[in-house]
């Protein structure tokens, strides 16, 4: 038996924590939809967190620039922090959107994207055992926490409360955690911190980190704002710092152009916050070659800047965004007031609806049962056609009958097809 015969036989051994990581549901979700329309099926896909260009183009002078940057050779190495020029336009660009927030370019730190960065800030403040808690429904902090053999303390928030965790929720848990992860607006239920509210938990890791000794690692705050600029009507984007000063020493924030400007594989993301604690991740980041790129940085650089662009395509990108969840919800609306066992939170921020399908215990024209969760998903996108990810995909119980619809690839002629379809699907099942 040769070697190659034989290391084929036994199963190849891996590292404990790459056996173990958890499978994303998302991507199984999406598989089963990607099988389904590979036979030709015709599939409302509102699974993807992610723009479809055609519909969502990035905007035309960041393009321009890109391209600009490349003909310049703009492609060695960026400094590992990021270009100076794109720091400083970031601070300036977060001073534009957010006037209390006065970051200067040393309190920057670019990367490839978000996801560096949180997993960067995990580094940088978890040590193995230590407690981080999140609120359930959320996305991705299960992975990260298990990636750093912390202890994952999961809230799981309610709707009345439009999902976001509550102080009084959180508080049972800070005495031993290290880290605390919010997200607004927060994916996956599009909807966002009340001033109140978020000032509650801001006071509370405030007082809490008064009672710590000083050689003890405070209680940090991870704020991921990446799609702050998708706030709709009357509603607004808080952040912690802004509403208590005093949270600068223990907040850090999370951000970048993938959502807000649909550039979702350009890559680039910041955080902001103490400066020790972003020269560690900028540290531990290095190691791993997470910058940049660095055209793609001095684009953005000059994209931001320019303040006229910026604020037309935040504006559109806003509108485009609110005019499909608003469709959507409105179809829901329409589909409760008939009678059928669904609603919908009205949107307030983010690429995302939060929807209900009460059809437990429901029975289908053959005479199958929708016992679980899974099986009402299964029943969505057999019959309507409808790809949707429950909220058990983000942490929830199994039970729960909430879903994320996603409007990044949905077009809006397409809309009231989607919602006629969910009505002949919805008619076929007997209570
Ligand atoms: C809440 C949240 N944060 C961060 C990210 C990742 O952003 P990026 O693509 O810039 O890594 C996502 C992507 O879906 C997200 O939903």
């Given amino acids: 038996m040769d070697i190659t015969t034989h290391e084929m036989e036994r199963e190849l051994k891996v590292s404990k924590i790459a056996e173990n990581l958890i499978g994303s549901e998302i991507i199984k979700i999406a598989n089963e939809i990607s099988e389904k329309i590979s036979q030709g099926e015709k599939i409302y896909n509102l699974t993807i967190g992610d723009f479809n260009p055609k519909l969502f183009s990035i905007p035309d002078e960041l393009k321009e620039e890109i391209i600009k940057a490349y003909q310049n050779n703009e492609t060695n190495y960026p400094k590992a922090n990021g270009l100076p020029e794109l720091r400083q336009a970031v601070a300036a660009f977060i001073k534009r959107l957010q006037p209390k927030l006065d970051y200067d370019a040393d309190h920057v730190l670019i990367s490839a994207g978000a996801r ?7 580094l940088a403040l978890v040590d193995e055992g230590d407690t981080v808690i999140y609120p359930v429904p959320s996305w991705n902090n299960n992975h990260y926490t298990y990636l750093m053999k912390g202890n994952a303390v999961e ?10 965790p509550t102080a009084d929720e959180i508080r049972p848990y800070i005495a031993n955690a290290t880290l605390i992860a919010l997200c607004s607006p927060l994916n996956p239920t599009g909807t966002l911190f009340s001033k109140k509210g978020l000032e509650a938990i801001c006071d509370m890791i405030i007082e809490e980190n008064s009672r710590r000794l000083p050689e ?13 600029t998708l706030t709709f009507g009357e509603n607004q984007h808080y952040d912690p710092v802004s509403l208590r000063p005093e949270m600068k020493d223990y907040t850090i924030y999370i951000d970048g152009i993938s959502k807000g400007f649909s550039a979702t594989g350009v890559r680039v993301g910041w955080a902001f916050g103490p400066e020790k604690i972003i020269n560690k991740i900028k540290a531990i980041l290095s190691h791993v070659g997470a910058w940049s ?6 684009a953005t650089a000059n994209y931001l800047k320019n303040e006229t662009a910026v604020n037309t395509y935040l504006h ?10 608003a469709g959507f919800y409105n179809g829901f609306e329409k589909l409760k ?8 939170i009205a949107p307030q921020g983010a690429m995302y609806l939060t929807v209900r399908f009460s059809l437990h215990s429901y029975k289908t024209e053959d005479g199958r049962v929708l016992e679980t969760t899974k099986d009402i998903t299964k029943y969505l996108l057999n019959e309507a056609k409808i790809g949707l990810v429950p909220f058990y995909a983000f942490g929830t119980s199994k039970e729960s009958e909430w879903y994320r619809l996603s409007v990044g690839t949905a077009k809006v002629e397409e809309i009231e097809d989607v919602i006629e379809s969910l009505r002949v699907a919805l008619k076929k099942l007997v209570p």
């Fill in 337 to 344: 007031q008939e009678g059928f066992a669904v609603e919908a």
């Fill in 316 to 325: 559109q990108m806003r509108e485009k965004v609110q005019e499909r969840l």
């Fill in 293 to 298: 790129p660095r055209a793609e940085q001095v």
């Fill in 216 to 228: 003890e690692k405070p209680l940090c705050l991870l704020y991921d704002q990446i799609y702050h």
């Fill in 116 to 122: 560096p960065l949180i997993f960067g800030t995990y």
């Fill in 155 to 164: 809230v799981e928030t309610q709707a009345e409360n439009y999902f976001m």
